[in-house]
């Protein structure tokens, strides 16, 4: 038997602010995108932005439907707007933030499993990561520099 460890490393910042310009501007589009959700049963609006390696930013916002699982997340939304627009194109780095009409979103707010499964199989498409930053509403932001820390044990197309 073999012990094997795996560590996550993420950076914290306290707030928005703190981030190279570039990051707070990838961040503004995703906040502008989470104020396009259509997001009527959850009440839980989220924002997505790509930066592509042809500098071309794509959003994404969270859609929901009556019923449930014909919905799309905003991370979804805009991964595969963006494969589906530039097939070719590297997506070098995701914005992701998400506010509640129920309570105040003050805590970072990671991708969800479908989300992180859907972002490795562009990672591994593209061989390339995906630096990821997230946030709430407000308050602070994390980075992951690759999906990989937020899902460790991916499942991707080798295996089949």
Do not use: H, W
Request: aromatic share 8%; with cysteine.
């Amino acid at each position: 038997m073999k012990e094997v460890k795996i560590e996550t490393r993420l950076e914290v910042y306290d707030k928005l602010e703190e981030l190279p310009q570039s990051i707070q501007d990838l961040m503004k589009a995703a906040i502008e995108a989470r104020d396009t959700a259509y997001a009527p049963y959850s009440k839980f609006n989220v924002g997505a932005a790509i930066l592509l390696d042809n500098n071309e930013i794509i959003i994404g916002s969270n859609q929901e439907n009556a019923s449930y699982p014909s919905g799309l997340c905003a991370e979804r939304t805009a991964i595969y707007y963006a494969g589906a627009k530039y097939p070719e194109a590297k997506m070098l780095t995701m914005a992701l933030t998400a506010s509640s009409k129920n309570q105040v979103t003050d805590k970072p707010i990671p991708p969800c499993g479908a989300c992180r499964q859907a972002i490795a199989e562009y990672e591994v498409k593209q061989e390339y990561p995906i630096q990821i930053y997230f946030m709430g509403a407000k308050g602070k932001v994390v980075c992951s520099n690759s999906l990989s820390n937020l899902l460790p044990l991916v499942f991707e197309n080798s295996v089949l």
